[in-house]
């Protein structure tokens, strides 16, 4: 092209040029209309389900709200009560312990139900219904069977045990803190371990068989290939799976609420019982209010912790 014939078309691209790009301003600006319509319900959603309870939440902790009747603004004094509430620090202490005690088998057994049903073998289908089972019914219902089941006299448990020579069929399960703790840490370990397989599974079928076929065709025993590919593949699930369980146990409730009450005495009160008893025992909103948002900053703190320690793992 000569230079009088790049002079001629240069300002006709110049021209179109400057009009595609008002016509793409347009575009992205309609684009962002559309997607702030789109995603309004969800936050208006969140801001009315989550945020304004969290601030209100926040500023009842801050007041000496009752149950019933008028409230003052008190500061921080909840705040500072807490430091010497016996209850309510016996309670933290409790379920650190209850989490540490379920979450591993929880993991574990959830993890070797995965390993078994993820192949297409006969019969995983009805298996891995009757696993999920317990999960469906709901801890509501079975601590009420638990109760049932664990009585000392009329109950299947001591039956079987005591045929079996470990128990005595007298024994009263609920009325001890160590027994009650056991019990109730079985139950816990049953109804969990088939949501944590179903999860757990679902990070191992996604992972490409193709890489299987590859490790048994360099000689890779079963548990090498466990251990060198699925375990590393699957730790994004794994942390979701410890995540949920260590959640789900800090805001155990209905178990010790149904099965033990809180006793023997206050030894298996948790954290959610303590806040429950504060609230609509002994009608201080106020103080329960301190004490959830204390629960939510250990939560999140021990969740983020987790969460940063098995990213880096992962990474």
Known sequence: MTVAGQARSGPRAFARHGQRRPAASARSRRDTRTGLVLVTPALLFVAIFALFPLGFGVYISL???PL???YQFIGLSNYDSLLHNSVFLQSILFTL?????VTIPIFVVGYALAVFVRANRPGTTLFRTLIFLPYIVGLVTESYMAV???QPTSGSVNFALSKLGIVSDTTAWLVHT???VTAISVLVVWFYSGFAMMLLMAGMQSIPQELYEQARVDGASWWAAERRLTMPLLRRWVALSLIISVVGSFLAFNQF???TDGGPGTSTVSVVMSIYDTAF???DVGLASAMS????IVVGLITFVQFRYLQRDAD
């Open 63 to 65: 007041t000496n709200w």
């Open 68 to 70: 019933v009747g008028p």
């Open 97 to 101: 312990k209850y989490t540490g005690i």
């Open 148 to 150: 049932v089941e664990l």
């Open 178 to 180: 160590g027994l009650a």
């Open 257 to 259: 609420f149904i099965m």
């Open 281 to 283: 025992a002994q009608m």
């Open 293 to 296: 948002v204390v629960l939510v």
